[in-house]
């Protein structure tokens, strides 16, 4: 990435000055500090009221003025981030930062949305495109803005040597790939553990809900299928890097994709719930949601309010999409949570020898579709792409040697499928039924939509396009020769809940098809994320017929751990072997007498997430799975692990119990040598958070000298919880955080402004503004701000009013 690092370098005595500059910094902001504006494009006059935590309430005169200005917003806060989301979604990052991005372009626009706009625009719902097109209109008028110099430049664009571009209604739909992926990846994980010769050895690594037995396709190989076979599905779908170059096609891994997807399902997901009245201090209803999501910095979540005659929404979304996602319009609330469909699928094609631009299609040779693009390059040649497509989807492969080739289907390629879209028209329903016809037409990512409303009702939704497969379980690639094709199911085929007698629901993506549900024959999904999170949400609701909005928040952040109970439960009924260690039998002493709460200070939290993380599947796999296959299984699934240890039967032996025995005490071993690497000999000064560790992280950071990198980069702090606890805090391989709580928002429904939300690190994209970090130490700590609703309420916590009137 040569030319960005000499973009930055030109650029960084003048960010340098500004930093040690103190009180000069608020004039380097790019926040808006001036009470009136004329924009050109909006209608009639607004206002915007932006509270002292940086929301911004929007007061406009017609629904297409309220949307504009929230790309308007949008574009002043966070035009970097949206800039970047645009860039990397439609394949055009090379033509702003260099050759190194160009074949990442190529990728992204594998899996664009190519179909009939008109069906597109349709299936959001009558509001989807009018929408879109106000807030484009939006962003427009501020990015012309900057082009023109009435607006400030953020630094980013400086650093990079880059600008922000024009956007086009379709790019806001067209773009799949910022949506949460499935199972492809484990597909191809699966695969190669089966090639290996044990598929039942998959099960340590991916653990199958409701239980079941994969099958290997008829018709397919497991060992044809390349590791590198979805190096351009991880391309399209990572997250920009801007880190020196690393990723040319010669360079790729795909190890280290494949490894990560194994935990996706326990990393990437969200807790909600809902309350009925019955239920609650108030008698009003109270609805939860706390979205877990990759962190950085920005956020990924925008808080907004948005006004006018005819609506009133506030909540958040992704700050590149109109709308929100999650809140409530003054009548309904609405929250959502991974619902773990499987959406994808690997087809693998046998080529005409005589012409590899045919497969394999039933008793003839099928022609794949070509599409032919340039891909603009900055200081360099234009590069001439082809990109081709079977019936099921984007060419991801090609094996000429052999003549085959690799496509994934996802729903991503089906009309209404771009990621949390969808909300455009259920944020607006009144009710229940309005509720469940916006469901209806809500198709990715596949979502536990949860309800609540005014009149005291609660719900349920399980919102997705799922495909339908007669004839295999979407567990492993399939041949794409016409044997396996998709159907869909209804919404109607799908569960829902409307006021249940328990007077709660909750959903934390784990395995809730109903009983009596047929998931068997209808093979819905498969891999769901472990069941802690909820067992814990459901314990405390269950135990507390008052339920308050403090609770509520507490429960959002409890450090409660209950995979960890079975875990320490297995330590209490085993006798450790005679010849463990003065070290062992002390950190088993240790875990016994804990009481499973992740908590900063905790010793046991730190022996623990060690151990079950690095070191206890690990020495399970090395006892009861193949040697050809262990590296294949990978990490393995803690979840998977306790359960076999639970147990205790054939699977570990002749002498289940003994060698249950000995992998505990080998891989407690293992867990305290590797801590007193990390945190000293002294065991009872161990602290989880000396480990644990939050910190987010800027795109730019990597390139940007160490004074701009304090600046882009918050924290880092010592941090509670764990993928396994409702207060969620997943972790890379060296302890930091990885993803969790994108934001939090517990809501009274009927008494709204009581209703309380937290972002972070902050609203703001401006790493200049006080809004950029000022929400993440409250966030850190389980604390909340109002969300306030009414407009006395917003006027009482405006901090800045911003007066916008039409442009001559």
């Given at each position: 990435m040569r030319s960005l690092r000499l973009a930055a370098s030109a650029t960084l005595p003048y960010a340098l000055t500004v930093l040690l500059a103190g009180p000069a910094l608020a004039d380097m902001s790019t926040a808006v500090r001036s009470d009136a504006y004329s924009v050109k494009g909006l209608d009639q006059p607004a206002e915007i009221l932006i509270d002292h935590w940086g929301i911004a309430h929007i007061y406009a005169k017609s629904n297409r003025d309220a949307l504009f200005l929230q790309g308007y917003n949008a574009a002043r806060d966070r035009l970097w981030q949206i800039d970047l989301w645009r860039k990397r979604g439609l394949g055009r990052l090379a033509e702003s930062f260099g050759e190194d991005f160009a074949e990442r372009d190529r990728a992204a626009r594998l899996f664009l949305f190519r179909g009939d706009m008109d069906k597109e625009w349709a299936a959001y719902g009558p509001n989807a495109k009018s929408f879109a097109q106000a807030f484009v209109a939006g962003v427009n008028a501020y990015v012309s803005e900057v082009l023109a110099g009435s607006k400030p430049l953020p630094i980013e664009f400086s650093l990079s040597g880059s600008k922000p571009e024009i956007w086009g209604p379709e790019d806001v739909v067209r773009i799949r790939s910022h949506g949460l992926t499935r199972n492809v990846s484990s597909e191809v994980k699966r695969a190669q553990v089966t090639c290996k010769g044990d598929i039942?050895?998959?099960?340590?690594?991916?653990?199958?809900?409701?239980?079941?037995?994969?099958?290997?396709?008829?018709?397919?190989?497991?060992?044809?299928?390349?590791?590198?076979?979805?190096?351009?599905?991880?391309?399209?779908?990572?997250?920009?890097?801007?880190s020196p170059p690393k990723k040319k096609a010669e360079l790729y891994d795909p190890q280290p994709f494949l490894d990560k997807a194994d935990g996706t399902v326990d990393n990437i997901g969200s807790n909600n719930w809902v309350v009925a009245p019955a239920r609650t201090a108030t008698g009003r209803p109270i609805l939860a949601n706390d979205p877990h999501r990759a962190h950085s910095a920005p956020s990924l979540r925008y808080i907004v309010h948005l006004n006018s005659p005819d609506m009133s929404v506030v909540g958040a979304g992704e700050p590149a999409l109109p709308g929100i996602s999650i809140g409530h319009n003054g009548t309904i609330a609405f929250g959502l949570t991974i619902f773990n469909v499987d959406q994808e699928d690997l087809y693998v094609y046998e080529l005409n020898p005589d012409n590899p631009n045919q497969y394999k299609y039933k008793d003839g040779w099928e022609d794949m579709k070509t599409v032919e693009e340039t891909i603009q390059v900055r200081d360099g040649e234009p590069r001439k792409v082809s990109l081709k497509f079977t019936r099921h989807g984007p060419v991801v492969k090609t094996d000429d040697e052999n003549h085959r080739a690799f496509a994934v289907r996802s729903?991503?390629?089906?009309?209404?499928?771009?990621?949390?879209?969808?909300?455009?028209?259920?944020?607006?329903?009144?009710?229940?039924?309005?509720?469940?016809?916006?469901m209806n037409r809500f198709y990715a990512p596949s979502e536990n939509q949860v309800y609540a409303?005014?009149?005291?009702?609660?719900?349920?939704?399980?919102?997705?396009?799922?495909?339908?497969?007669?004839?295999?379980?979407?567990?492993?690639?399939?041949?794409?020769?016409?044997?396996?094709?998709?159907?869909?199911?209804?919404?109607?085929?799908?569960?829902?809940?409307?006021?249940?007698?328990?007077?709660?629901?909750?959903?934390?993506?784990?395995?809730?098809?109903?009983?009596g549900y047929p998931a068997k024959e209808r093979k819905v999904g498969f891999e769901w994320a472990d069941p802690s999170r909820y067992q814990r949400i459901a314990q405390v609701l269950s135990a507390n017929d008052k339920v308050t909005l403090a609770d509520s928040m507490k429960l959002q952040n409890d450090d409660v751990n209950l995979l960890a109970e079975r875990a320490v439960k297995l330590l209490k009924a085993v006798e450790l072997p005679a010849d463990a260690s003065a070290e062992v039998?002390?950190?088993?002493?240790?875990?016994?007498?804990?009481?499973?709460?992740?908590?900063?200070?905790?010793?046991?939290?730190?022996?623990?997430?060690?151990?079950?993380?690095?070191?206890?599947?690990?020495?399970?796999?090395?006892?009861?799975?193949?040697?050809?296959?262990?590296?294949?299984?990978?990490?393995?699934?803690?979840?998977?692990?306790?359960?076999?240890?639970?147990?205790?039967d054939e699977s570990l032996g002749k002498d289940p119990e003994a060698t249950r025995a000995a992998i505990l005490s080998e891989s407690l071993a293992s867990a305290v040598t590797a801590l007193k690497e990390r945190l000293g000999n002294d065991m009872e000064k161990w602290r989880w958070g000396d480990l644990h560790r939050a910190i987010f992280n800027h795109s730019l950071s990597p390139v940007v000298s160490k004074a701009m990198q304090e600046q882009l980069t918050v924290g880092p702090w010592a941090m509670s919880g764990?993928?396994?606890?409702?207060?969620?805090?997943?972790?890379?391989?060296?302890?930091?955080?990885?993803?969790?709580a994108s934001f939090r928002m517990v809501l009274d429904v009927g008494g709204w402004d009581n209703s309380r939300v937290i972002n972070t690190p902050g609203q703001s994209g401006d790493p200049f503004s006080p809004h950029y970090r000022d929400l993440a130490p409250l966030w850190l700590t389980g604390d909340y701000v109002p969300l306030f609703y009414s407009r006395e309420a917003v006027e009482g916590a405006a901090a800045t009013r911003i007066s916008l009137t039409p442009a001559k």
């Open positions: 039942d050895a998959d099960r340590l690594r991916s653990k199958l809900e409701p239980e079941w037995k994969p099958e290997v396709p008829e018709g397919l190989d497991p060992c044809i299928i390349p590791a590198d076979v979805l190096k351009d599905y991880d391309w399209a779908t990572d997250s920009v890097d801007f729903v991503w390629m089906e009309p209404g499928t771009s990621a949390y879209f969808g909300s455009s028209d259920y944020m607006t329903a009144k009710n229940w039924n309005e509720f469940l016809t916006a409303d005014t009149q005291g009702n609660i719900g349920w939704v399980a919102a997705a396009m799922t495909p339908a497969r007669k004839n295999w379980d979407g567990l492993l690639p399939i041949p794409g020769d016409g044997r396996y094709e998709w159907g869909f199911l209804k919404r109607d085929d799908l569960p829902s809940v409307y006021n249940p007698a328990e007077g709660w629901f909750a959903t934390a993506n784990q395995m809730n098809l109903p009983e039998k002390q950190a088993a002493e240790m875990l016994r007498n804990w009481n499973a709460s992740n908590d900063i200070d905790s010793a046991p939290a730190a022996i623990y997430e060690m151990w079950i993380s690095q070191h206890l599947p690990k020495a399970l796999i090395a006892r009861v799975v193949p040697e050809a296959a262990r590296k294949a299984v990978g990490k393995g699934s803690g979840t998977a692990t306790i359960d076999m240890l639970e147990a205790a764990s993928s396994t606890t409702p207060h969620a805090a997943s972790y890379n391989s060296d302890f930091t955080l990885m993803s969790g």
